[in-house]
């Protein structure tokens, strides 16, 4: 089985990783009739064209940091920055493999039997955050009137943020997408006229913890989709350095090991090889790849220049709050 991780010890850029495991991956397909991993060869080269061609994503960074630049006036009391990344090789390759195996099981549990080779290549239709940008936001204390708090201020601030981001974006060439969460709560602070498009998890927060506003666009300039999120620093610093890092981590492990136990061994192709790529790519020890631009001592020490495993930083921006010496009145 032709799999990512034989390719991290060469000392090879990503760039020819992605080139030479796309290429093995795709005479392997036709050697052995795979329809699925001619979709998982598609899937490589678009990152592999993500990491190459700069211009667009020039043109797309250039129309975000215009809402940047507004809310720099509009809400100068606030601290938030603006990050945006292509999504990592590796968080990539993961993703793809664990759609694979999270379909396939759940319509066994569901069906009794297997999803069909066609069904499952559309489950691989799903991919929105390849780019992905994230607004922080952050309400200096000294900002505070008597009698307010400040997780309720900043989430004013936040849903007020949200409900300018589609309007403002769909008129540098965005188109919203309507949300796939279904059956989900509602809050007042976000418009009714924009709330089709978010997938809250902050009143429908995460079984773990995790909250932040999601929303999909499609970029008809750049001709590819965009996933924003935005939270709070409170929100993000529980996603990043929190228990709902930790916790979701050893959530999704227990959830994998589960799938593998009521799928048996040998049924089902599709399932077994995306199973067995997930677990590789969980067991890596970063430590001992040799790939060009990455270093690692361990699996928590890392310095990655290339976006093999946390991704490729393509828009840091970042506002400081004025005013953070004056009491406000």
């Known amino acids: 089985m032709i799999k990512l991780n034989d390719y991290l010890y060469s000392g090879d850029t990503v760039l020819k990783i992605l080139q030479r495991y796309t290429e093995d991956l795709k005479q392997s397909a036709k050697?052995?009739?795979?329809?699925?991993?001619?979709?998982?060869?598609?899937?490589?080269?678009?990152?592999s064209e993500l990491l190459q061609h700069?211009?667009?994503?020039?043109?797309?960074?250039?129309?975000i940091r215009e809402f940047y630049k507004l809310m720099a006036n509009e809400y100068p009391f606030l601290a938030f920055t603006f990050k945006g990344r292509i999504k990592s090789l590796i968080r990539a390759e993961s993703k793809f493999n664990g759609y694979i195996v999270e379909y396939i099981s759940d319509y066994y549990n569901e069906h009794g039997h297997?999803?069909?080779?066609?069904?499952?290549?559309?489950?691989?239709?799903?991919?929105?955050?390849?780019?992905?940008?994230?607004?922080?936001?952050?309400?200096p204390k000294c900002h505070l009137k008597e009698g307010e708090t400040l997780a309720d201020e900043e989430m004013k601030y936040l849903y007020d943020v949200a409900n300018q981001l589609p309007g403002f974006?769909?008129?540098?060439?965005?188109t919203a997408e309507l949300s796939t969460l279904t059956g989900e709560k509602k809050t007042p602070l976000l418009k009714e006229s924009v709330s089709p498009y978010y997938r809250d998890y902050i009143v429908n927060a995460e079984n773990y913890g995790y909250r932040s506003l999601h929303i999909t666009f499609y970029d008809n300039i750049a001709r590819c989709y965009v996933e924003v999120q935005l939270r709070t620093k409170e929100m993000d610093?529980?996603?990043?350095?929190?228990?709902?890092?930790?916790?979701?981590?050893?959530?999704?492990?227990?959830?994998?090991?589960?799938?593998?136990?009521?799928?048996?061994k040998g049924e089902n192709i599709y399932f077994d090889e995306a199973y067995e790529r997930g677990i590789m790519l969980q067991q890596l020890e970063l430590?001992?790849?040799?790939?060009?631009?990455?270093g690692a001592v361990n699996n928590s020490l890392i310095n990655d220049g290339c976006g093999l495993y946390r991704g490729r930083l393509i828009l840091p921006y970042e506002h400081l709050s004025r005013f953070q010496n004056d009491l406000v009145d």
Do not use: W
Request: hydrophobic share 35%; charged share 25%; net charge negative.
């Open 31 to 47: 050697e052995t009739h795979n329809q699925i991993d001619f979709v998982h060869c598609n899937f490589l080269f678009q990152i």
């Open 54 to 63: 700069n211009d667009f994503l020039t043109s797309q960074s250039q129309r």
């Open 114 to 139: 297997y999803p069909s080779t066609a069904e499952v290549k559309n489950c691989l239709t799903c991919f929105r955050d390849l780019i992905a940008y994230r607004i922080v936001i952050s309400l």
């Open 169 to 174: 974006l769909e008129e540098r060439g965005f």
């Open 237 to 264: 610093d529980f996603a990043e350095i929190g228990p709902a890092n930790h916790l979701g981590y050893e959530k999704r492990q227990e959830s994998e090991r589960a799938r593998r136990d009521a799928i048996p």
């Open 287 to 294: 430590s001992k790849l040799d790939v060009n631009m990455f």
